[in-house]
């Protein structure tokens, strides 16, 4: 699995780059940025061609983010390649990114890195209240230069997923002198540069960038996530309960339905009004799902070919909020895998992957089969934490299921494809010993009436 | 009768009977139950119309807080900024049997189910115990054929269905329950004399008060019931022991429930069981007198003693109420009387559609054939007039009048209807389905004259032809019944008035789900502290769902604060907006129906706002002035200025033409809304339409800038003095007993 072995480091706090004593002596030859903005993040890959500059071999290359004047916040992934290999990236208090090369470069020698990572906070509609029928804008702030501890000799910025941009200047005292660089669109992508020119280590430039986005910005800000694995039944089941909100633009008065009926704005995709969620059936089917809200069933919900669109009560728009909770089953054999003799790993998704959608808090919690014994959880992505308790559910006599809980930060809808797996140990008597407890019971209740009838308790 | 001994292929025919029985009662239970739960299976599981929400939503303050704190819950996201003192003005019974129910489930059983389920799935269950219950009364009443007949026909019968359905989570879900097994242990006690039996059917009556405001039927119907038998001259020492001690406990048990408190001795409503306690107590005196005096003293001494009794009983009561020791009769009790009495004096009771008289075709809709039989039953029982009889006969006398009063007073009438059909109809089985007596009769009736006669009369073709058309006729009627509370049910009373349904061309079912997503939008998209403002009916689902507090609801404590809200409704702008800022408001809800054709909306509830708000302040609101010139109630371009400039009449047509790009049309009163002149609003901002414009929001624009305020801030002190002028006496709403 490619994205079980993205080494990935969640890094949120950005203190100002403290400069490392020694940070060995590179050169970025090319540096190369694209920016994508077709989604409700940002996602910026980097292709960075480094040349050792020193006298002797070097192994670690020092990584910071295109930043410089705390623009980015909520920083979900970091992943590092060469070629085809996954590099590990350990992130460092300041800031910095320590990569490990797989070999040693001599003097000289050059090598190419990729870079990409994905922020959640660093798009903002402006104005921040438009009418219903007005298109939305967004700002994206980012440091026009490579924010980097080394120079850099040749170097270029490419955005993609934007329609119409404009720029915007942005006043900082953080900003350092720099070579000017043009803009041009090429391609249905609007690049800067390439400058060939001397670009001074940690150069900053602030600037924004407004480009029309017709799309919601859904954000989740807390998703609690739970999977009931059987101990007998054949179906496992998930429950998932959300707390969305658009970020996008409000409203500058109140929700006219007039408006909203005459512009046609249900029926059109390309309106910033957050309508419907859309999950992809590619690794779900949806057995029997459920859509529920705090005031009972939401009857506006399908299947639309590869897709279980979800619409909300009312249309979303920026600042609105909608909670719901989406429940479905699932066929045991695809997440539940005997290990030996009574030893269980499960696995499933971190997320559930609806389109465009980003994440702030994510619980994913594990519900074993009653009596089961917890071993061991992992995840490809660091989480925040994990806790183990116990939970009573349905007919539990003795501890309850137990519960494990692991929380997750800063997630968008990519991550779906990731999973968690959990090894569980689960003697096989222990599922006959509930039914013998709860028959047990019973017996003893009728059996106790029984004697009790016998009683003569006439007056 | 078979005898105890018989057997059938080697079991005992008791065995059989016994396990017939068993088997015919959980048919019973499950058609009971099952028939109601059409909503569930055609809807979701939901809790219905209004005032289940507001139980609904004491329930789960009862399982998140103490017991303790639940009666003391001062609630004040209601009736803003009043408060309400919720825990001393409701019934708690309904609200503790269900977190009883939940508690026990989840500790006892771990079965952790969902409080709202438990409240939707209540009233069904309830319903089959009070099948087992109207069992148990019949049987006293006939036998256990009767009673098995009863028992189907009260779980099936509409009138009973219409208040029990699944999520019809209400005070008489229960209390139709503990009506059935009072009467059932009072008729017990009765026959037995037994202090046990009193004792239950105390305990009983505790629960029934505890659980309803309908207490006062079974407080007054005991007295009567005794009061008849001493009349009768059919007083024993069982009717002295069965009465006082249902008396004594009942009554300082029922004094343990917070609202009631000390009502019991206080109320007119209470009084007759009290005097009738102090009778028995006279004539178990002059019982003992009689017993060591001769004939003649006796007659003296009973005539002396009945007059002075009386005097002092009359005077007593008079002198009582005149020192307001004793509570003066409530307005609802009156009009119980005089079906006027509402109208004229608390147009708020007169407002509700189930406080109305009942019109005839619904004695037939919600008891179908039963309603025929139900005469012939009293007739029967009149016929053999035992003491118990007595009991269903004052029953029966008594609920046929109010329920021709109040529509929903047909519930109380529905289970004597269902016992006393049931005795009729188990009375013309008994007669008709005996085919065995009519071989042995004609066997004997041979006998006698075989002489005379030949051998033409071996088989009684004709007898057994008559029976059989009776039978199977009656057979019919009974399969109609069922046919017709299976679609009563199906079509009357199991739409949860929250969820709307409808069906596209294709006959497939399409919901309409506005009340929720505009109530759901306020709670999601609103501060938690806002204030919402929307005609009283509505006050408990926005309690419950939306979860933000209101300014009335449907406990209709306070009359002035619903008539400032009906007043704000039909005021123009400007003042109106006056009110809105008094009362902190920050959102407006109102229901229209103009776009859909659904026409319980607040358009056509406008004039009870307008009459209400008139009782209070008169020289202010008038209803004519809502009428137009010929003195029809208009919306469209005939409409009287003072409708169009009205809040209400604004708000629901606020924009409504532009959906027509021209002139509207108002699919519920068949009106056109003219484009020229068109509703604006200036004090209010639309805040949200749901999709089909049945839940209209505003939002209460604020003041625009600081020179306003100050001048605002004077005129909200000349506001609140001008308030206080009142013309005309308002109706003195007491205490309600109700809800």
């Known amino acids: ?459 | 009768m078979a005898k105890s001994s018989a057997t059938i292929a080697g079991v005992k025919v008791d065995t059989i009977r016994l396990l017939l029985r068993a088997i015919i009662f959980i048919s019973i239970a499950g058609a009971a139950v099952s028939s109601r739960l059409f909503s569930v299976i055609r809807f979701e599981s939901i809790i219905h119309e209004f005032d289940p929400w507001f139980n609904f939503r004491a329930t789960k303050y009862l399982v998140t807080h103490s017991f303790y704190e639940f009666l003391n819950w001062f609630d004040d996201r209601t009736w803003y900024p009043l408060g309400r003192v919720t825990g001393g003005t409701l019934y708690p019974g309904l609200m503790v049997t269900s977190g009883a129910i939940w508690h026990a489930l989840r500790n006892w059983f771990a079965l952790p189910i969902d409080i709202r389920n438990i409240c939707v799935m209540l009233a069904p269950a309830f319903s089959g115990l009070t099948a087992i219950f109207t069992y148990l009364f019949t049987k006293e009443m006939k036998d256990s054929n009767a009673g098995l007949l009863a028992a189907i026909f009260m779980g099936i019968a509409p009138g009973y269905i219409s208040r029990s359905v699944a999520g019809s989570y209400d005070n008489e879900a229960i209390a139709i329950t503990l009506l059935m097994a009072t009467f059932y242990f009072w008729i017990k006690a009765l026959k037995l004399g037994s202090i046990l039996y009193g004792t239950i059917t105390a305990l009983f009556y505790f629960y029934m008060v505890s659980a309803w405001g309908g207490y006062v039927f079974i407080t007054n119907l005991i007295p009567l019931h005794v009061f008849v038998l001493i009349l009768m001259g059919r007083y024993t020492w069982k009717v002295y022991s069965a009465y006082t001690t249902w008396y004594a406990l009942g009554t300082l048990a029922s004094m343990q429930i917070p609202f009631v408190g000390f009502l019991p001795i206080r109320s007119n409503d209470h009084m007759a069981a009290f005097g009738v306690f102090g009778l028995v107590q006279l004539v178990a005196f002059g019982d003992y007198v009689r017993s060591n005096i001769n004939t003649k003293q006796f007659k003296t001494f009973l005539t002396v003693s009945v007059v002075a009794v009386v005097l002092m009983g009359i005077l007593g009561l008079v002198a009582l109420t005149a020192a307001g020791l004793i509570a003066p009769w409530t307005g609802r009790f009156y009009s119980l009387w005089d079906t006027n009495y509402a109208k004229i004096h608390i147009p708020i009771i007169a407002s509700v559609s189930e406080h109305q008289p009942t019109a005839w075709p619904a004695f037939f809709f919600d008891t179908s054939m039963l309603i025929w039989l139900f005469p012939a039953g009293l007739y029967l029982c009149f016929q053999e007039l035992k003491d118990e009889h007595v009991f269903v006969i004052i029953y029966g006398v008594l609920c046929s009048y109010f329920a021709g009063v109040m529509v929903r007073l047909m519930l109380t009438l529905t289970p004597v209807i269902c016992v006393s059909a049931a005795i009729a109809l188990s009375k013309l089985f008994d007669v008709y389905l005996n085919v065995v007596e009519l071989f042995t009769e004609e066997v004997e009736v041979e006998e006698k004259s075989s002489k005379k006669t030949t051998k033409q009369r071996g088989f009684p073709l004709f007898s057994l032809l008559a029976k059989a058309v009776v039978l199977l006729s009656f057979g019919f009627y009974l399969f109609y019944f069922v046919l017709h509370c299976t679609w009563v049910t199906s079509n009357a009373y199991s739409s949860p008035s929250v969820v709307l349904a409808s069906r596209n061309p294709d006959g497939s079912q399409q919901i309409i789900d506005d009340y929720r997503e505009a109530y759901y939008w306020l709670r999601m998209n609103t501060p938690e502290d806002a204030k919402v403002m929307a005609w009283w009916d509505y006050g408990y689902q926005i309690g419950g769902m939306a979860d933000r507090t209101t300014l009335v609801d449907n406990n209709t404590w306070n009359n002035t604060h619903i008539a400032t809200v009906g007043k704000a409704m039909c005021s123009s702008e400007e003042k109106a907006y006056e009110i809105l800022r008094q009362h902190d408001v920050d959102y407006v809800l109102v229901i229209f129906g103009g776009l859909l054709g659904y026409s319980g909306d607040d358009m056509n509830k406008f004039l009870w706002m307008v009459r209400i708000s008139e009782g209070i302040w008169p020289e202010e609101v008038s209803e004519r002035s809502f009428f137009s010139q010929r003195g029809e109630y208009k919306v469209d371009g005939e409409a009287s200025p003072t409708m169009k400039d009205s809040l209400m009449y604004k708000m629901s047509y606020y924009r409504f033409n532009e959906l027509f790009g021209g002139d509207g049309t108002d699919r519920v009163r068949g009106q056109t809304i003219p484009a020229k002149n068109a509703p604006e609003l200036s004090t209010l901002e639309e805040a949200f339409t749901s999709q089909n414009w049945i839940v209209r929001i505003y939002k209460v624009k604020d003041l625009d800038n600081v020179g306003r305020d100050l001048k605002q801030a004077a005129a909200f002190e000349s506001g609140k003095k001008s308030a206080k002028k009142r013309g005309v006496k308002r109706p003195n709403l007491d205490i309600r007993l109700d809800y």
């Open chain 1, 1 to 459: 699995m490619r994205s079980a072995l993205l080494s990935v480091i969640f890094g949120a706090v950005f203190a100002i780059a403290l400069v490392i004593s020694d940070v060995g002596n590179w050169e970025n030859t090319h540096y190369a940025r694209t920016i994508d903005l077709s989604r409700g993040y940002v996602k910026e890959t980097d292709l960075i061609q480094i040349t050792n500059d020193g006298d002797t071999k070097q192994k670690i290359y020092y990584f910071t983010l295109n930043d410089g004047f705390d623009a980015i916040d909520d920083l979900s992934i970091i992943s590092v390649g060469v070629d085809s290999t996954t590099l590990a990236v350990k992130a460092l208090d300041s800031g910095f990114f320590e990569i490990t090369l797989p070999k040693a470069v001599s003097p000289g020698d050059s090598v190419e890195l990729r870079v990409s990572y994905v922020y959640l906070k660093g798009l903002e509609p402006v104005p921040k209240q438009i009418d219903m029928a007005d298109s939305q804008q967004l700002v994206v702030k980012l440091n026009k230069m490579p924010y980097s501890p080394y120079s850099t000799k040749e170097y270029s910025l490419r955005f993609i997923g934007v329609a119409k941009g404009q720029e915007a200047e942005i006043f900082d005292d953080r900003a350092t002198a720099n070579p000017v660089i043009e803009a041009r669109v090429e391609e249905k992508a609007l690049v800067y540069g390439p400058i060939v020119d001397d670009i001074e280590p940690f150069s900053v430039e602030p600037f924004g960038l407004i480009y029309e986005h017709q799309q919601p910005l859904a954000k989740v800000e807390n998703l609690h996530r739970s999977v009931w694995i059987p101990s007998a039944a054949d179906q496992v089941q998930f429950e998932e309960y959300y707390e969305l909100t658009n970020q996008g633009a409000e409203l500058d008065k109140g929700f006219s339905r007039v408006d909203w009926m005459h512009g046609r704005y249900e029926l059109t995709r390309d309106h910033w009004a957050l309508k419907q969620l859309e999950f992809p059936m590619a690794d779900t089917d949806f057995d029997d799902y459920y859509f529920t809200d705090k005031v009972g069933m939401v009857s506006t919900h399908k299947k639309i070919q590869n897709f279980l669109v979800l619409q909300p009560r009312f249309p979303l728009f920026g600042g609105w909020h909608y909670n719901f909770t989406l429940g479905w089953n699932q066929p045991i054999g695809k997440a539940v895998h005997k290990i030996d003799e009574d030893t269980y790993i499960a696995r499933a998704p971190l997320l559930n992957s609806a389109r465009d959608v980003v994440y702030k808090n994510v619980y994913l919690s594990f519900y074993l089969p009653e009596g089961a014994e917890f071993v061991n959880i992992s995840a490809p992505l660091e989480y925040k934490q994990v806790d183990v308790e116990d939970e009573y559910s349905y007919l539990d006599v003795a501890q309850g299921h137990t519960k494990v809980t692991l929380k997750f930060e800063n997630m968008f809808d990519d991550l779906g494809r990731v999973n968690a797996y959990i090894v569980y140990r689960l003697p096989a008597h222990s599922y006959l010993k509930k039914a013998l407890k709860i028959s047990g019971y019973t017996f003893a209740a009728l059996f106790s009436y029984y004697l009790l009838t016998m009683l003569d308790l006439s007056v």
